[in-house]
T-cell receptor
Framework: AQKITQTQPGMFVQEKEAVTLDCTYD???????LFWYKQPSSGEMIFLIY??????QNATEGRYSLNFQKARKSANLVISASQLGDSAMYFC?????????????FGKGITLSVRP | GAGVSQSPSNKVTEKGKDVELRCDPI?????LYWYRQSLGQGLEFLIY????????KSGLPSDRFSAERTGGSVSTLTIQRTQQEDSAVYLC??????????FGEGSWLTVV
């Protein structure tokens, strides 16, 4: 089974509107972390937001918020007030804490296009 | 600079040659990761270093790939006898407490 699932096809959003990018995960660990990264066409991986499995509140970072639903194992990224510069590939990732295995496992990514 | 630094940024090599890719993590970061991303694909885990612990090498695709980290800082990823399927972007990342993991800009490798 895939650890991180991102199944949305290419997403489109109108400038200044909000958009939700979906991510579901699979783990048997109680302690884990969830990450979202943005990858523009330049190729760099830009860290956006982090949610720990024991964090009581949903993470927020500026225009980014993470809708964390632990029971459903989902960690959707919400981008408010979309900007043209938000057009990029977005990756969800999970870091499990099982023994020495603390690698990040990435989903396949979602392409977001912001329309003017 | 303050970020993760990778070199070279671009490398074109002939099939069968060895290549070395370097990663200089953010100062004070004890964890260091190597990932590979082929064109239009997601990120494939290669290897993970954490402090003085034995590295997690479970993602290395073959024995042609190796990595070391000297003095708990700089890391070198070595690919021996390169093949065309090794062409990809090799991304390095570092972390201190695990809640934020920062990536470098990557080393773009092309094997011709």
């Amino acid at each position: 089974a895939q650890k991180i699932t991102q199944t949305q096809p290419g997403m489109f959003v109108q400038e200044k509107e909000a958009v939700t990018l979906d991510c579901t995960y699979d783990t048997s660990d109680q302690s884990y972390g969830l990450f979202w990264y943005k990858q523009p066409s330049s190729g760099e991986m830009i860290f956006l937001i982090y949610q720990g499995s024991y964090d009581e509140q949903n993470a927020t970072e500026g225009r980014y918020s993470l809708n964390f639903q632990k029971a459903r194992k989902s960690a959707n990224l919400v981008i408010s007030a979309s900007q043209l510069g938000d057009s990029a590939m977005y990756f969800c990732a999970m870091r499990e804490s099982t023994g020495a295995n603390s690698k990040l496992t990435f989903g396949k990514g979602i392409t977001l296009s912001v329309r003017p | 600079g303050a970020g993760v630094s990778q070199s070279p940024s671009n490398k074109v090599t002939e099939k069968g040659k060895d290549v070395e890719l370097r990663c200089d993590p953010i100062s004070g970061h004890t964890a260091l990761y190597w990932y590979r991303q082929s064109l239009g694909q997601g990120l494939e885990f290669l290897i993970y270093f954490q402090g003085n612990s034995a590295p997690d090498k479970s993602g290395l695709p073959s024995d042609r790939f190796s990595a070391e980290r000297t003095g708990g800082s700089v890391s070198t990823l070595t690919i021996q006898r390169t093949q065309q399927e090794d062409s990809a972007v090799y991304l390095c990342a570092s972390s201190r407490r695990g809640r934020t993991i920062y990536f470098g800009e990557g080393s773009w490798l092309t094997v011709v």
